[in-house]
């Protein structure tokens, strides 16, 4: 069987060089030039935990090619859709690169052809897809799924390999489908959860809308621990021991979350609310919740420097939008660094992945090559993203190198008791 894969993203990267280890024939198709030549040369253009060893076995088997342009030699069995379904106006999903992909798969779709959506497109999405290739290509018969996807970004491959559920919506059931995904996700062990299309979807926006609240549910908690005296880590691990609530709940108190899908599936759900009349007040509050934690890092900031930021140099550790990966789409540390800037802050920044990548959204930094050099001077360091290296700081040797022992730490990374033995001001969350 033979694999199209449209879009070379996190998500269709990680499909292709996984389907390729496999042993699928697999074509990746990306309008982003620069990006198909690095990748066909073996090199990754983003940071994402064991992709571009991937990719050289991949490469190496053969079994893998790419086109930066639609001029395809042959047919693909199945295509797989993996564009980009970014924030549009109103919060809808800007669905633009996902009916160009539409429009170009028409002269590549053989008879029989299986369209999968793993873009996480909004309710009605698979059904509009239907009704665009039975005008489109009336001689041919398409199948078109919803296949959203639930990987994570900084373990993609790890998730590719051992999902957790696999969703696939139909319109119209047919064996010989089953059959081809089936033999597609030959490896997996999880349970297939077979359902229509709108269901499908809304699974995906469901998840992710729920992992969200969360996270905001947390930082309520947080807040609410400042105001008492109590402390949120142990208030959520001891949740956690709870079966109903669960050991991997996202009870983490912190920055909020960012990232490119959680921010944008919960505005999308939201619209859907308005357009349809359904009740998305909770998701409004989560999106609040989420807006104004970053407000409150940056007042323990300038809180913890006495009120007046200007000429204070505050250093950065972390930039990406979580660990793992060097993905900047909604990451706090934007927002953070932005509103430090013009409090008349000088900032420096230190992220294992992401250098000088920064400067294009935030071109006033000073890109640091490590964590105590970005420390070394500063007034305050502000802690964005749990990379596991902070971990290993000594921090009792850091505290001669900064201007000023005063670490704010938007992740709860550290143990307050032993930064205050040591001399640090330390302010978390929640705690
Ligand atoms: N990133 C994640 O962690 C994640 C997880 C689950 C689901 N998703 C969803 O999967 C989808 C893809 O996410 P991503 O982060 O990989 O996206 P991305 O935006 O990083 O990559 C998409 C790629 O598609 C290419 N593209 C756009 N239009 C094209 C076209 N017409 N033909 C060929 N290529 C085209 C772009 O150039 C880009 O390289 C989104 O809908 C997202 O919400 C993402």
Redesign the pocket.
Known sequence: MTVGI????????TYAVGLAKKGFGVQV????KN?INSLRGGKVPFYEKGLEEALSQAIILGTIAFWDQ?NLDTLPDIWII?????EGKDGRADLR?YK??LS?LVPFLKNQAIVIN????PLGTAQMADAFFKTQVPDKKIFVLSN??????GK?MEDFWDPQRIVIGQGHPEEFVRKSLEEIYGWAKCPFVWTDWNTAELI?YASNAYLATQISFINSIAGICESIGADVTEVAAAMKLDDRIGKKAFLGAGLGYG???FS??IQSLISLGKETGAAVELLEAVDHMNDKQIRRFISKITGALGGDITGKTIAIWGLAFKPHTD?LRSAPSIEIIDSLESLGAKVRAYDPKVGEKILARCPGVRVCSSAGEAASGADCIALCTQWEEFRDVSFEELAASVRSPILVDGRNQFDKELLAGLGWKYISIGR
């Open positions: 449209v879009g070379a993203g996190p998500v269709g990267l198709v990306d309008i982003d990006k639609w993996c564009v980009g379904t970014p690169f160009g992909a170009s793993k873009s996480t497109v959203p996807e639930f990987l994570a970004q993609s995906k990232g490119s899908c944008k599936d993905d």
